[in-house]
């Protein structure tokens, strides 16, 4: 157990919605990252915050959008739905400001396009 | 672009069996390198994280080394079990202005009773 919960656990939605996806960090966390993972491959990066703000971003367009709130939970928003958004998504957090330190995982929320 | 390889991609062993996975990555500029583990469809448990500055990290049976100079990092399982079949990830930390994780695709081991 890491401490960090995410849901819902399952979303299934259709090509062009909008989704959101939440996640609670451990008490004290002030970092969290986004990862998307498809199947078969390893996290990639989506951004990270800090204290509510976005500090660091991967290749990922403006319609992938998060928010992050004083109380250790944030959200993932994800706009205009593509078939190649289905994914597991995994939030990870991190007690100081940077992401590379150890991160603890949710167990991830697994999203379907169709 | 930082890029991240793990070698083999699956791996089958006999129980009690010792055995090594590989990472290795293209930019030796790196802030750490961690080792996690991923069961089937669910999120990663953190295995073990050598700083830049560090040669080795030990967990119980496992050890990891990192080999910053020839962008290289092993994870050693000794005397493997049924219970640690899962795919184990290779992630790196980069350096820079701000610190961003790219994972490689993983090796999914196999240990048969």
């Known amino acids: 157990e890491t401490g960090v919960t995410q849901s819902p656990t399952h979303l299934i939605k259709t090509r062009g919605q909008q989704v959101t996806l939440r996640c609670s960090s451990q008490?004290?966390?002030?970092?969290v990252s986004w990862y998307q993972q498809a199947l078969g491959q390893g996290p990639q990066f989506i951004f990270q915050?800090?204290?509510?703000?976005?500090?660091g971003r991967g290749n990922f367009p403006p319609r992938f959008s998060g928010l992050q709130f004083p109380n250790y939970s944030s959200e993932l928003n994800v706009n205009a739905l593509e078939l190649d958004d289905s994914a597991l998504y995994l939030c990870?957090?991190?007690?100081?400001?940077?992401?590379?330190?150890?991160?603890?995982f949710g167990p991830g929320t697994r999203l379907t396009v169709l | 672009k930082q890029e991240v390889t793990q070698i083999p991609a699956a791996l089958s062993v006999p129980e009690g069996e010792n055995l090594v996975l590989n990472c290795s990555f293209t930019?030796?500029?790196?802030?750490?390198l961690q080792w996690f583990r991923q069961d089937p469809g669910k999120g990663l448990t953190s295995l073990l994280l050598i700083q830049s500055s560090q040669r080795e990290q030990t967990s119980g049976r496992l050890n990891a080394s990192l080999d910053k100079s020839s962008g290289r990092s092993t994870l050693y399982i000794a005397a493997s079990q049924p219970g640690d079949s899962a795919t184990y990830l290779c992630a790196v930390g980069d350096s820079g202005g701000y610190q961003k994780v790219t994972f490689g695709i993983g090796t999914k081991l196999q240990v048969i009773p």
């Open positions: 930019d030796s500029a790196i802030y750490n």
């Open positions: 990870a957090s991190t007690p100081g400001h940077l992401s590379t330190d150890t991160q603890y």
């Open positions: 008490s004290g966390h002030n970092t």
């Open positions: 915050y800090y204290r509510e703000e976005e500090n």
